[in-house]
Every structure is written in structure tokens, then in C-alpha cells.
């Protein structure tokens, strides 16, 4: 298994630009999230999906988009980039699962809007 | 609303001194998961420990202890003779059960130097 995969693991875009960030889970967990980590603040949720075809907001939305249409992948999409989405992007997934709430992270992708 | 605090920022300690890392949550849900991860300078994050509101035991891995006190609201981290490579950012987490994660909350981090 390769657990959560991300790709690129670094980007660099200028202001406007657009691009997505692919996350891939090889597990067949019905849950992915997609987090971003800035100094001082943790990690917080962006958008999330429980399972194929069925995505949520996070706490940080604006700016990005989802869609998930398999289990397997769930790719974050930046419209139009701002200096502001500067930050360390972390996909992650977990089961649906009563026993269980751990997520399990992919390596992350480190962009810098410029 | 939930929230995870983590007064402490950085830490900083010479080897083998025992540390504690505080972590302080608010939930008004009955049930929910405590979590603690590592994530060292590589960057990649860990899951270290998993705790469920039912079960206030407190937990000893190797040098790694965790104390958690519902009455307080209190789930800390003790490493016992600290090591150069505990040095990371080490992030507590609060989740309802059966949600599968995506409504975990985090904590800022502590960051931990540990000197030789």
C-alpha cells in the first residue's frame, strides 16, 4: 500500500494562476480531507468528502474547489492564487469507521504564491 | 463550538530532561477522540496516540506517557528522558466519534527543541 499520496510536493505559481493539487488514497477509505498548515495555526480543514460524489466545506473554503469522483482520488483546485494561499497542503483519509476517527496524512505540498 | 489549545509555543530543553506538553479542549459533545501527532522537520505528520472519551486511562508507550483528565479537560504529553530526535512540532486534536476524522480540530502545535 502507498497510503495517501500527494502531488506536486512543491509548486511555486504566480498571482492568478491556477492549478490542483492531487491527492490519491490507495486504502478504500470512504473519507478524505484536505488541510492547510500555517505557522501558529495548526492545520485547518479546507473541504472535505465522506465519500464519491459528496463534498463539504470547511472551516477555510474560499478560494478552492473539490470534487471527488472516485474513491480513490481527491484533488484540491485552486481557481485563481493568492499570495494569502501561501501555505504547507495536507490531504488526508480514514475509514468510515465507529471505532475509529484516525486519518492518515499524505506527505503534504508546500506552495508559494508569488 | 469545539477548540484544542496549546498555550505552549516552543519548548526548549537539554537531552534527557522530562518535558510536558500541554493540551487544554472545549467540546460540548459526550463522546469524542483525542489525538496527538509528530510531525518532525521532515514535515510528514504522525500519529502518535488515539484516545476515546470513555476511557480516561492513562497510557505509557516506551518514553512517551499521556495523561488525560476529563474533569479538567486536559489530554498532556509527557516525554521522559528526551531524546535529540523528539525535536518536532507536536499538534493535539479533538474529534467527535463516528466522523470519520474530517471534523478534527487542531491545536496551534508545540514546538520542541530538545539540545544536546
Known amino acids: 500500500n502507498a497510503g495517501v499520496t500527494q502531488t506536486p510536493k512543491f509548486q511555486v505559481l504566480k498571482t492568478g494562476q491556477s492549478m490542483t493539487l492531487q491527492c490519491a488514497q490507495d486504502?478504500?477509505?470512504?473519507?478524505m480531507s484536505w488541510y492547510r498548515q500555517d505557522p501558529g495555526m495548526g492545520l485547518r480543514l479546507i473541504h472535505y468528502?465522506?465519500?464519491?460524489?459528496?463534498?463539504d466545506q470547511g472551516e477555510v473554503p474560499n478560494g478552492y474547489n473539490v470534487s471527488r469522483s472516485t474513491t480513490e482520488d481527491f484533488p484540491l483546485r485552486l481557481l485563481s492564487a493568492a499570495p494569502s494561499q501561501t501555505s504547507v497542503y495536507f490531504c488526508?483519509?480514514?475509514?468510515?469507521?465507529?471505532?475509529?476517527?484516525?486519518?492518515?496524512f499524505g506527505p503534504g505540498t508546500r506552495l508559494t504564491v508569488l | 463550538a469545539q477548540k484544542v489549545t496549546q498555550a505552549q509555543t516552543e519548548i526548549s530543553v537539554v537531552e534527557k530532561e522530562d518535558v510536558t506538553l500541554d493540551c487544554v479542549y472545549e467540546?460540548?459533545?459526550?463522546?469524542?477522540?483525542l489525538f496527538w501527532y509528530k510531525q518532525p522537520p521532515s514535515g510528514e505528520l504522525v500519529f502518535l496516540i488515539r484516545?476515546?472519551?470513555?476511557?480516561?486511562q492513562n497510557e505509557i508507550s516506551g518514553r512517551y506517557s499521556w495523561n488525560f483528565q476529563k474533569s479538567t479537560s486536559s489530554f498532556n504529553f509527557t516525554i521522559t528522558a528526551s531524546q535529540v530526535v523528539d525535536s518536532a512540532v507536536y499538534f493535539c486534536?479533538?474529534?467527535?466519534?463516528?466522523?470519520?476524522?474530517?471534523?478534527?480540530?487542531f491545536g496551534a502545535g508545540t514546538r520542541l527543541f530538545v539540545k544536546a
Open positions: 488526508a483519509s480514514s475509514y468510515r469507521s465507529e471505532l475509529y476517527n484516525e486519518q492518515f
Open positions: 486504502m478504500n477509505h470512504e473519507y
Open positions: 468528502s465522506v465519500g464519491a460524489g459528496i463534498t
Open positions: 467540546t460540548r459533545d459526550t463522546t469524542y477522540y
Open positions: 484516545r476515546n472519551s470513555f476511557d480516561e
Open positions: 486534536a479533538l474529534s467527535p466519534l463516528n466522523t470519520g476524522g474530517f471534523k478534527t480540530i
